[in-house]
């Protein structure tokens, strides 16, 4: 089990006089909110990020191993996604823009499936499908189709969400590479506090999430490369459905169900049996992932599959997808708090 995460030791036993906290938690709860109505959801989360990985570097809470001094580390964190990047550019040309352009084919491809659902299942089994159900395919198509335009700006966006990232893990390197020594100022130790449980909340369901979604995608990609060419069946857009698995599976519990009707539309449009294969193949891995969730996750913030659920209802019912994605750390922030207080 990991040592909690302490941005930075007290030099002394620090009590902190009840006002004082209250200003820390108000400060907290203002930085969540202002980070949902302004946008600044990916380079809050770059931050947290910025700052584990320079910690790493440094070889915080190890005693063995390569240990680099902390602003060595931070210098690391701060040269390696532009190094990164330069590569990319200069080796990759187009690469982003025909990621876009599958994408928007994925979703005009999708579209269509679903309008040509009936002809597409067999005939007893569409005759038993209600009239309403066309109208609720109009309106499906129409909105994957508008996901497929929405995609044409996204050259702008992408340049804008890499630079907020790449701000935020700088200035998660630099807390880090400019770390000072303990501080009796009272609002100062309290805010410190505050940013270390947040941080590893962070850390505790976010990159566990993390390796959740990397499981799903291998196991993803081994059923589209391997198990499906095998009978003879080669999926469409196999790179997208595979990238998508990945980034969808970020999210917990939402992200799974969105990729896995992608994925079931796309064996559709080749035919019911693959889609009905596709359906099956979701259901077993669904099954596995129930294990793997129970050991990397729920052991470790000791929270339920409903209570995600009802946080992620609330975040993307007031803020939309930002708070979506938001909803299970700030619920796993908010409880590692209470549990600080010894409330829950």
């Not at 876009?100 to 994925?106: E, F, I, P």
């Not at 990238?243 to 519990?253: D, K, S, V």
Request: charged share 10%; glycine share 10%; with cysteine.
């Amino acid at each position: 089990m990991p040592k909690p995460i302490q941005l930075a030791p007290a030099a002394k036993p620090v009590l902190i006089p009840s006002p004082v906290k209250i200003a820390s938690f108000a400060l907290a709860l203002l930085l969540c909110i202002g980070v949902l109505v302004y946008g600044l959801l990916p380079g809050l989360l770059a931050v947290c990020l910025g700052y584990l990985w320079a910690a790493a570097l440094a070889g915080e809470g190890r005693s063995k191993g390569l240990r680099l001094s902390p602003t060595l580390a931070a210098a690391v964190v701060v040269l390696l996604p532009l190094l990164g990047l330069g590569l990319l550019l200069a080796n990759a040309k187009g690469m982003a823009f025909g990621a876009v352009g599958q994408y928007q084919a994925l979703m005009h491809l999708l579209a269509g499936t679903v309008l040509e659902i009936r002809q597409k299942l067999p005939a007893d089994l569409a005759s038993h499908l209600p009239a309403e159900l066309i109208a609720v395919q109009v309106w499906l198509a129409d909105y994957l189709k508008s996901k497929a335009q929405a995609l044409t700006g996204f050259g702008t966006a992408g340049l804008h969400g890499f630079l907020l990232v790449y701000v935020g893990l700088v200035v998660g390197a630099l807390i880090e590479g400019t770390r000072v020594g303990g501080t009796s100022a009272p609002l100062r130790f309290a805010i410190r506090q505050r940013a270390g449980h947040f941080i590893e909340a962070f850390r505790q369901i976010v990159i566990a999430q993390f390796w959740i979604a990397a499981i799903n995608t291998l196991c993803t990609a081994l059923f589209l490369l391997v198990a499906l060419p095998l009978f003879g069946v080669n999926m469409p857009y196999v790179s997208a459905l595979i990238a998508l698995t990945f980034f969808a599976g970020l999210i917990p519990i939402v992200g799974n169900l969105v990729c896995n009707s992608v994925l079931a539309l796309a064996g559709v449009s080749i035919s019911p049996a693959v889609g009905l294969s596709c359906l099956l193949f979701l259901i077993a891995i669904h099954k596995t992932e129930y294990v793997i969730n129970a050991k990397i996750l729920g052991k470790q913030i000791n929270t339920a599959a409903w209570e995600l659920l009802a946080v992620m209802f609330i975040g993307e019912a007031v803020f939309g997808l930002p708070g979506l994605v938001a909803a299970p750390l700030y619920y796993a922030y908010a409880k590692k708090e209470l549990q600080a207080a010894r409330l829950v």
